[in-house]
């Protein structure tokens, strides 16, 4: 299954990088969410270089609140699913606009861990200012 994760840089300014789109595909379910910084985007990316440091080992990224009036939410946990290096990355995300577009959803995309330490390392060294279109394929 196609395994990707996009982000477009939606900033009007290059100086500013404050508007983000994420999109999380498992090839069956797709996810779009706005974001609006992308600092903890990179702690995320580099908490994935050495992904996993034990079997156990979990990283978190979070954008938003599910509850209260926020338009949108983001939860993305990885962790190990089985000790051959197996990984997995659980999605959950809620988008509130009117009815008939809002929408909540839960996935897990799966890979190698060795796809997972690829994204942070890529994640990492993304420079939105520079390329407006960061894009990840586990399979690459």
């Not at 299954?1 to 999380?24: A, C, H, Q, R, V």
């Not at 595909?25 to 908490?47: C, N, W, Y």
């Not at 929408?103 to 890529?122: H, I, M, Q």
């Amino acid at each position: 299954m196609k395994t990707e994760l996009i982000i477009t840089n939606l900033s009007w300014n290059k100086e500013d990088l404050d508007f983000f789109e994420m999109s999380l595909t498992d090839g069956i379910h797709e996810v779009m969410v706005p974001l609006f910084a992308i600092d903890s985007l990179k702690t995320f990316g580099q908490r994935l270089i050495d992904f996993p440091r034990t079997f156990k080992d979990v990283v978190v990224f979070e954008e938003g609140q599910d509850k209260g009036d926020w338009a949108s939410y983001l939860h993305v946990q990885v962790f190990c699913y089985d000790t051959s290096g197996q990984a997995a990355i659980h999605v959950a995300a809620r988008v509130r606009d009117d009815d008939s577009r809002s929408y909540r959803t839960t996935f897990t995309l799966v890979c190698e861990a060795a796809a997972v330490s690829r994204l942070g390392v890529k994640l990492t060294n993304w420079r939105p200012e520079v390329d407006r279109k960061f894009v990840w394929r586990s399979t690459e």
